[in-house]
């Protein structure tokens, strides 16, 4: 059966859900026969001198179990996809479905776990508490601006590669697409008026990864206007995030659009509007990435001129997925034994994602999720 309608991909997942109770399951790397000698191995009594070598040195840990390629993908459920906070059990099907993505593309083995606890001190204890049974955390869906001090604790307090992929794969992506959107339309990102709409965890990280690229010209715009030197409104994180940010306008998007090269919305539905498109810059780049609805639909945005437009769409050109870089990336981290994943891993897996489409078009400026070489590619660089 083809289901091409958004409706009917609700109607699909659930059924596809209740069929099969679920997306993920557990599977013998030993797939032969497990006989007395086997069993005597890998349990009880063989299985102490094993202990014991990882006790003596726990460097050993990955040697003799599988957290050589396992994954705790973990979240509290305070901001699943774009439907907010629906608490740790509605998250569980989001986090089965990273796993998923996990083991399909990358061969990655990853463990669902959502969290009935929701302030930072208390999710840095439980993720501490459970890290030793993993080789790598990925964090999912944690509303900011807390996601951002767990991550950096987690980070600087553990010893195996902490990554908030609603951040970084986001940033990774989004610079990807964007390098090669500039070829497309012959201006560069240094030069560029570039004006973003959400200034939480992906925005912020978008921000961030767009200045280390050499970005000079952003505009950020939260549901109050645009981060300036005149609000003074700003919590410490968006106060934090003005050193990567032009702040010397005030308004709103309406304000900020004008002459903009680039519009990045990480947001809400409908906030970009053909009017505002009329007021950028010639060739305009959109990448409209708010999901299921972007900031303009890709056909309104056409009509209104825009030369590139992306989304976080399957059913239109251009998908920014996250899928294209967190399985690479954590392959990468797990192969190499890669304690940190740190901003040049991302600028490089960036560079690696854009440099797989060969020729970029319009309809074509970031690689799909199934293109085979994505994994390798930004595997190899994470060392």
Known sequence: MRYTRAMDYNKLALELHA????KITTALRDTGEINRDKLSSYYSPGVGAVSKAIAENPANLPKYTWTNNL????SDGSAILGLGDLGPKAAMPVMEGKALLFKHFAGV??????????EPEEIIAAVKAIAPSFGAINLEDIAAPKCFEIEERLKAELDIPVFHDDQHGTAVVVLAGLINAMKVVGKTLADSKIVMIGAGAAGTAIAKLLHLHGARNLYAVDSRGI?????????VEKTALKQYLKTDISGTLDDAISGADIFIGVSKPGLLTPEMVAKMADKPV???LANPVPEIMPDVARQ???TVIATGRSD????????LAFPGIFRGALNHGVPK???QHKLAAAEALASLVETPTADEVIPSPFDERVVSAVSAIIR
């Open 19 to 22: 069929k099969h109770k679920g």
């Open 71 to 74: 994954v705790g993908v973990i």
């Open 109 to 118: 083995d990853a463990v669902p776990i959502v969290l009935d606890v929701h």
């Open 227 to 235: 981060i300036s030197d005149t609000r003074d409104d700003l919590n």
């Open 286 to 288: 959109v990448f409209a």
């Open 304 to 306: 209104a001129g825009v």
């Open 316 to 323: 239109f050109p251009n998908q920014v997925n996250n899928a």
């Open 341 to 343: 994943i740190t901003d």
